[in-house]
């Protein structure tokens, strides 16, 4: 948790972080994502620097697939630490993920939708799979680097959906 200097100083107190055995299991955790999402913005800094450097189209067409992934992996980490921070604050920051049980009238609809994504999901891996065979060596392999790519994108995307049934089903 953030200490505020100013607000010590107008009581006398010194500010004094905690030590690292002080903190609670959830202080630390979030700490964890804030120095991993330092980190990680330092990478994608990088790459972005290269890819709008580089004349060669393919790197930079594979580096800003790679800035795309690091810039979604920086809002999946700011929006944990933002959850972890509002349950720490007892405040609902903005870009806190919540709310998965305040459903109110939308519950079956969402329920029948996400069991309609997960198949099209499923089907569509099916597809990638096809035209990574057809493709096979075409552009030495790029090709099939590319729709393996979407391969796991979609897995995500079916163990994300198959998350939300689960806590839809439980809501």
Not at 12 to 40: I, T, Y
Not at 45 to 70: C, G, H, M, Q
Request: hydrophobic share 35%.
């Amino acid at each position: 948790m953030e200490r505020i200097p100013e607000l010590y100083a107008m009581y006398g107190q010194e500010v004094k972080e905690p030590a690292p055995d002080e903190l609670s299991e959830v202080e630390r955790l979030m700490n964890e994502f804030e120095a991993h999402e330092g980190r990680e913005s330092e990478f994608t800094r990088r790459y972005k620097e290269i890819s709008e450097k580089t004349a060669n189209p393919l790197i930079r067409f594979l580096l800003r697939l790679i800035v795309s992934d690091e810039e979604k992996h920086h809002a999946v980490t700011h929006a944990m630490v933002s959850t972890l921070r509002g349950d720490l604050t007892w405040t609902k920051p903005e870009d806190a993920i919540s709310g998965l049980y305040e459903l109110a009238d939308t519950k079956e609809e969402l329920l029948r939708l996400t069991e309609d994504f997960i198949e099209v999901e499923k089907n569509g891996i099916e597809e990638y799979k096809r035209l990574i065979k057809a493709s096979k060596g075409y552009y030495h392999g790029l090709f099939s680097l590319l729709l393996r790519t979407m391969v796991h994108d979609s897995e995500k995307h079916v163990e994300i959906l198959e998350f939300l049934r689960q806590r839809l089903q439980e809501a």
